[in-house]
């Protein structure tokens, strides 16, 4: 029953962003639009919140691998020198069964209940590659980060609504990818611009570089793992409400555009009820040299709250000083600053130092929890998800 409840939990939040994220795609438009699509859907956005507020509360959390990661994900991550023995290979050069990623996703057979190991060989693949609903179990592995990427430059400046200017959108089920990379070389006037958008349940990522400006990466939904992952931008580079676990990542500050700011997180979760949240534990947060050269300095952040139930915490982890002593920023004027949760915990570098940090109530409430005399172990983690 306890997993069931926990699977119900995850489907009915899931059913929540999507409702919440094509409100967003209405939200620059002009005319009556966006408040009838709004008035379509609330009734059943009423009744998704009432069935989630039914049901009891759970608890996630650990310092290790979360549970939910299991079988040849859990092997890979395990043991990165272990081989899988790949059902297609995709070659630039012709030598192995399709020459671009997306055909070979196509010969994958719908809802597969065994892994779909893909092998991509060198090369920059220019294509735009989706992993539809119903293509599940797909394991995308490569020869590394650096030597074999996914490149896209779609931008919002270009009409096109952030969630389609993706260069990797995930839909389908435990999708896991390892020793890839994913760009979207859209430059930061482009303003929002996708490199990955995940939303199907249980995504695995092992040793993925994401590259991007404004909205690189976009956890949007269900559960999804990362694991010595690097992840750069500028705006709200990290962003969506999934229930999602950063262990041993890098995360890169790059130099935005003239006047603007960085933040590094901006969580989404706008429902009580909600089990998005945002966990990174045991990263580290640095900088490019453009950014940290730049006259006058640009100021940056570990995240602002870009719904009102925002959540995130981020612990034992090196934070550079190039982060402002506040720590973290506001979205619009005080919104969502009562009700917002951000903490920090056991965190270390120059930029770790919280004696300067905003004073907003809720953030305080963990300072407390940070004294080392306390002995709290990572399952710190465990008081947000419910709350």
């Known amino acids: 029953m306890d997993y069931i409840i926990g699977e119900v939990k995850i489907w009915l939040s899931g059913a929540i962003s999507d409702k919440d994220t094509c409100f967003?795609?209405?939200?620059?438009?002009?005319?009556?639009?966006?408040?009838?699509?709004?008035?379509?859907?609330?009734?059943?956005?009423?009744?998704?919140?009432?069935?989630?507020?039914?049901?009891?509360?759970?608890?996630?959390?650990?310092?290790?691998?979360?549970?939910?990661?299991?079988?040849?994900?859990?092997?890979?991550?395990?043991?990165?020198?272990?081989?899988?023995?790949?059902?297609?290979?995709?070659?630039?050069?012709?030598?192995?069964?399709?020459?671009?990623?997306?055909?070979?996703?196509?010969?994958?057979?719908?809802?597969?209940?065994?892994?779909?190991?893909?092998?991509?060989?060198?090369?920059?693949?220019?294509?735009?590659?989706?992993?539809?609903?119903?293509i599940d179990n797909v394991v995308l592995i490569r020869e590394g980060p650096l030597i074999t990427r996914i490149s896209g430059n779609k931008g919002f400046e270009d009409g096109i609504q952030t969630a389609f200017t993706a260069t990797l959108t995930v839909e389908g089920r435990l999708f896991t990818a390892k020793d890839i990379g994913v760009e979207n070389t859209r430059r930061p006037e482009g303003h929002q611009a996708l490199a990955v958008r995940a939303t199907g349940d249980l995504g695995i990522y092992y040793n993925v570089h994401m590259d991007g400006y404004q909205d690189t990466l976009c956890p949007d939904k269900n559960r999804q793992f990362f694991r010595e992952c690097r992840i750069s931008g500028t705006v709200d580079f990290i962003f969506g409400n999934a229930v999602t676990a950063f262990q041993k990542c890098v995360m890169v500050v790059r130099k935005p555009m003239p006047s603007q700011t960085c933040e590094v997180t901006a969580q989404g979760r706008d429902e009580t009820n909600v089990t998005g949240i945002t966990m990174i534990q045991g990263y580290n947060i640095t900088a490019e040299?453009?950014?940290?050269?730049?006259?006058?300095?640009?100021?940056?952040?570990?995240?602002?709250?870009?719904?009102?139930?925002?959540?995130?915490?981020?612990?034992?982890?090196?934070?550079?000083?190039?982060?402002?002593?506040?720590?973290?920023?506001?979205?619009?004027?005080?919104?969502?600053?009562?009700?917002?949760?951000?903490?920090?915990?056991?965190?270390?570098?120059?930029?770790?130092?919280?004696?300067?940090?905003?004073?907003?109530?809720?953030?305080?409430?963990?300072?407390?929890?940070?004294?080392?005399?306390?002995?709290?172990?990572?399952?710190?983690?465990?008081?947000?998800?419910?709350?």
């Open 24 to 134: 967003d795609a209405f939200a620059k438009t002009n005319g009556e639009s966006k408040e009838k699509v709004r008035e379509m859907l609330k009734t059943s956005g009423r009744m998704l919140s009432k069935c989630l507020a039914m049901a009891p509360r759970q608890l996630l959390g650990g310092e290790n691998i979360p549970d939910y990661v299991k079988g040849h994900a859990r092997k890979l991550i395990e043991n990165p020198k272990i081989a899988l023995k790949p059902n297609v290979v995709v070659a630039q050069d012709g030598s192995g069964n399709f020459e671009t990623i997306t055909e070979a996703v196509q010969s994958v057979p719908l809802q597969s209940k065994v892994p779909f190991v893909i092998l991509v060989k060198r090369g920059i693949y220019k294509e735009y590659v989706m992993i539809p609903k119903m």
């Open 289 to 387: 040299n453009d950014f940290l050269d730049a006259k006058p300095p640009i100021q940056a952040y570990l995240g602002r709250p870009w719904k009102t139930m925002s959540r995130t915490i981020i612990m034992h982890s090196t934070i550079d000083g190039f982060i402002s002593p506040d720590g973290w920023y506001p979205w619009d004027g005080n919104i969502g600053l009562d009700t917002l949760f951000y903490a920090e915990y056991k965190n270390y570098g120059p930029g770790a130092d919280t004696s300067k940090r905003v004073d907003w109530g809720v953030y305080n409430t963990l300072r407390m929890m940070r004294q080392p005399s306390h002995g709290l172990p990572s399952y710190i983690l465990l008081l947000i998800i419910g709350s």
